[in-house]
């Protein structure tokens, strides 16, 4: 079982940024496609990004386009997920998830196997 683990989340200002951090101890998650995914309180879970594990591909959900980057950090084994320009709206519970796709990466949760805990995201206006 692969475990997960997020970091990264806080208070920031509307506009502002964070980096969000996923990781398995004591592992790397090269083989894996991650996603990152936000619920708020009372809504379903959405996708927000993801990457793929063949060629580091990325796919974004269209609101966030152009102001949030996926990648991965090989150096610290780590996936990142950096959100620039905050939304009030986009404040939440953000969760990276795993899932053994041989190519390209999705925005809906059934293909991912494995879940992170969260790490809470505010966005003050």
């Known amino acids: 079982q692969l475990q997960l683990v997020e970091s990264g989340g806080g208070l920031v200002q509307s506009g502002g940024s964070l980096r969000l951090s996923c990781a398995t101890p004591?592992?790397?998650?090269?083989?894996?496609?991650i996603g990152w995914f936000r619920q708020a309180p009372g809504k379903k879970r959405e996708g927000v990004a993801c990457?793929?594990?063949?060629?580091?591909?990325?796919w974004y959900d269209d609101s966030v386009k152009g102001r949030f980057t996926v990648g991965r950090d090989n150096a610290k084994n780590v996936v990142y997920l950096q959100m620039n320009k905050l939304k009030p709206e986009e404040e939440g519970l953000y969760y990276c998830a795993s899932g053994a796709l041989v190519t390209g990466c999705v925005l809906y949760v059934s293909p991912y196997d494995y879940w992170g805990q969260g790490t809470q995201v505010t966005v003050a206006s």
């Open positions: 004591g592992g790397t998650l090269n083989d894996y496609a």
């Open positions: 990457i793929s594990s063949s060629d580091n591909s990325t």
